[in-house]
Structure formats: C-alpha cells, structure tokens
C-alpha cells in the first residue's frame, strides 16, 4: 500500500540490478518476490501493524526487503547497525522496542518478541493514521544521541518523482538518515545499490572499479583518508560522474585537493539531519563549500546566523528530549551559517563554536589550514576552558608516520599564524597516531575522556 509506486517501477525492469553484495547481483524480480515472501512472514511471526520493529542490520539482499515489508505493513521501523556498540540496549529501551529482527552477517534472520510497552504519543499518532514510522538515533558524535520519529509517508513522497538512474555505494550506514536516502533513491529510480563491508578507501574504490559506480555518496573524513591514501591512484575511476559529502562540515582545503585530484567528477555538498530528512541541494562549484539549499517540500531562513529549515518531512518530535521547532514550526539546525544570495556557507555546530574572550573561532577553518601541512592524517579543533579569555583553541592531530612531535607543533603553529588572527592558533596541540572518527566516518568532536595523555600535550 505505502510502496505501490515502488512496486511499479520494479515491474518496469525486473531483470536489473537492484542491489549487488559480496560480488553477487539480485534483481528486482528477485527483490519483488522476497519482498511478497516478508509480507507473508510477518504475518506469520505476528508482527502487527503499529508494532515497533528493531531492525538489526546493514545493508544487504534480506535486510532490503525485509525494510520495505515492514514499512509497508505499517509497523514502526527502528533501523541499528552495529556501529551503535554498547549503546544498543539503551536504544531499544528508548524505542520501547516490542520485537526485533536480526539479520546476520550471512542474511539469516532471528526474530524475537521484547516485553516493552510502545505507548508514546507519537506512536499513538502513527497509529490512529495508520502510517508507518521511522526512528532515527543521531550519532552523538557531539553529545547525547536523541531518538527522532518520523511518519514515513512524508519521507517516501520526495521518491515519488523519476529522476537519474545511477549505480552508487552504499557508504552511510542502514541506520543513518542518508543511507536510506541513498536506498530509496536507488530503488525509486531502478538503481543499483553496491553493498560495502569494508569503508576504508582502497576497498570503497575497488568496489567503483568493478561495478561501474558512478554515484559515491561519503563524508569529508572519508574523503581526507581517501586524499591521504592516495588509494584513488590504484583504481580506474572512470566512471565515477558524482561525489557526495555531508554530514560534517568539509575542510576547503579538502574539497580544493579533492578537486584536483578527480577534476572529471562532479563535487556535491549534501545537507540534511535525522530530525528533518534530505534537502536537495546545488555546490556553487566542485571546488567551492558555497551551497543552496531547498527545494520541494523544504523552506530554509537564517536567525542570527542559525540556519532553520521548515520541512514537510520533518519528525513528530523526539521520544528523549524537548521538542527542537519554533512557535511557527521551524526546526533550528544549530548550524551556523553565512549567506551569499541563495548560497549557503555551513560554518558548523554553534556548541562547536569557540568563543576566545568574545572572538567567535569555527573548527573547521582552523582545522583546513593544519590539514595540508606535511604528515597530518586528521585533524580536530576544540575548546577548552581558560579563566581569563573563557576559552583557548586546542588541537588534537593525528600524523600518518611517527616524528618529531615539537617540529611538528611549531610548524602548525607557524601556518596557523601566517594565515590565521592570533586569537585562532592552537595554544594546545596534542598529537597522536590513534584515528579521530567514528565507524560511520565521522570526525569525533567530543575531546578524549579517558584520562589518557596525548604525546607533545
């Protein structure tokens, strides 16, 4: 009923590829069938429409289908991959998960009832429409993660109109609102999703050469790694057309080396949060962070330099926090923002923002000129508390090879001086060899809490 219009446009090419893993193609004849086989399975297993449903999963023939079987049979879908780690158990009990379906490494499945009540308003809501939903952890990669609900017929309706067909990776994960993206877009458009257990560069790019990729979605930490390792050297690229990024602000410095890099491929910024879904979105250039943002469905203003979006797709609320939207029912993004026209340039997280007696310092330009310098894997600018200006800059480095840490620091303070004012040069610079992300490839911005000293801190 919810996917009929999916169901369609499989009919229209069965014998396509609709999704390929571990080197093995499935097309949508094949999905369309498990599709009916899940229909009939949840029947059996009891699974009732409104159920709360803990999907454990990555990307993956049965994981697939069985998503849109459950989307379809109107249950509320909570997607977890293993990226969670221990916080699994406190996200099924936030849920109020009532049963949960485990789809192994090698696709068999493990369905098990759970013995919590799903009585929250939103799930009522769902309900009494009839509607799907969808439940999305954010990362937490800067605090506690919050739990977002969606009506999932609003999310499903941007796929409604055809657009480009393309073979793309699937890169973010089953659970992050732009995996789904990037598989609803596929499958609404007789796409081929490219399934990836490996996200490290050179086996992300092998897998572009072996099955044609043309679309990569990914993150800026992805792309720096991918910079670093050079790993695009190896592999024929040639019909990569588009990258995207998101989900972090993009060091320039980043985008201008990747540029340079694949010159023929096309650089799109993307922009979008769990609590509002995907904004379509135009780059001013390939090698430009200048972005617009918008389109059907969305509405974008700035408040004091705060980007706010008014989305039809935007969540119910939050099952373990505050509602987030204004009076006037925008959602603040908290991502501050400068405007050139109908561009944006996102500056970061207004939490991230470093305030140096009164002086506003963003992350990210710091972070773009260290990232060029000689041995830099990765790079993560903080604040840290100081009596007397409130706060100094701080930098935590990751360097590809060992060296001289006190060599390494005074060149980084030396760039940062040449091209910085002096209330952003890094006071404390601590360097490591140990990685700065997330298994989602996303920079961890919260500073080390394990008590454990840095070399050269």
């Given at each position: ?12 090419d ?6 390929v893993?571990?080197?093995?193609a ?17 029947a ?5 429409p409104?159920e ?9 023939p049965t ?9 379809d049979?109107?249950c ?10 221990a ?12 049963s ?7 696709d ?36 506690r993660?919050?739990a ?15 657009r ?9 994960l089953?659970d992050h ?25 050179a086996?992300v790019?092998?897998?572009v ?6 679309l990569?979605?990914a993150?800026p930490?992805f792309?720096?790694?991918l ?9 024929d ?8 990024y ?21 650089l ?12 379509r979105?135009?780059?001013?250039a390939?090698?430009?962070?200048w ?13 004091d330099?705060?980007?706010h ?6 969540m ?6 505050a ?7 925008w959602?603040?993004t ?5 405007v ?38 990765e ?14 800059v ?21 760039a ?9 040069v ?5 360097v ?16 080390p ?5 840095a070399?050269?801190?």
């Open positions: 009923m919810f996917i009929d219009f999916l169901e369609e446009r499989f009919k229209a069965p014998d396509a590829d609709a999704l893993w571990r080197e093995q499935f097309s949508y004849r094949w999905l369309a069938e498990r599709l009916n086989d899940w229909r009939e399975r949840l059996v297993e009891q699974i009732e409104g709360v449903v803990i999907l454990e999963a990555d990307f993956s994981s697939v289908a069985l998503f849109l079987a459950l989307v049979r109107g509320i879908l909570v997607p977890l991959t293993s990226a969670v780690g916080k699994r158990d406190e996200f099924v009990k936030i849920a109020q998960g009532q949960t379906i485990r789809v192994g490494p090698d068999s499945v493990a369905v098990e009832r759970l013995p919590h009540v799903a009585d929250h308003d939103y799930y009522l809501s769902l309900r009494e429409k009839k509607h799907p939903g969808l439940v999305l952890f954010s990362s937490g990669s800067t605090g993660s919050k977002a609900v969606h009506d999932f017929v609003p999310l499903l309706d941007k796929f409604r109109i055809p480009a067909r393309l073979r793309s990776i699937s890169f973010l089953f609102i732009g995996g789904i993206n990037t598989m609803l877009y596929m499958l609404s458009n007789t796409g081929c999703l490219i399934t990836v257990e490996d996200r490290r560069p086996a790019l092998q897998a050469q072996d099955h044609r990729v043309e990569l979605p993150t930490t792309l720096n790694l910079l670093i390792s050079e790993a695009d050297r190896d592999f690229l040639s019909s990569l057309q588009i990258i995207t998101g989900t972090e602000p993009m060091p320039e410095t980043t985008l201008k080396g990747l540029h340079a890099r694949l010159p023929n491929v096309r799109v910024q993307t922009y979008g949060l769990s609590e509002i879904g995907i904004l979105s135009k780059s001013k390939s090698d430009s962070i972005v617009r943002l918008g389109g059907e469905g969305f509405q974008t203003r700035v408040v330099g705060i980007l979006v008014k989305a039809a797709s935007a119910l609320g939050y099952l373990n926090a509602s987030p939207f204004t009076a006037d029912g959602f603040n908290q991502d501050r923002v400068e050139d026209g109908e561009f944006f340039r996102i500056l970061g997280r207004d939490s991230e923002l470093i305030n140096v007696g009164g002086q506003k310092v963003y992350p990210a330009e710091v972070e773009s000129v260290i990232q060029v310098l000689d041995n830099i894997a790079v993560t600018v903080f604040g840290e508390a100081h009596p007397i200006t409130g706060n100094i701080c930098a935590r480095v990751s360097t590809i090879e060992p060296g001289d840490v006190k060599a390494l620091r005074k060149a980084i303070r030396t940062c001086r040449e091209q910085l004012e002096s209330f952003k890094p006071v404390k610079i601590e490591t060899q140990e990685p700065q992300y997330s298994e989602r490839f996303k920079k961890i911005r919260r500073r809490t394990d008590g454990s000293p070399a050269g801190a």
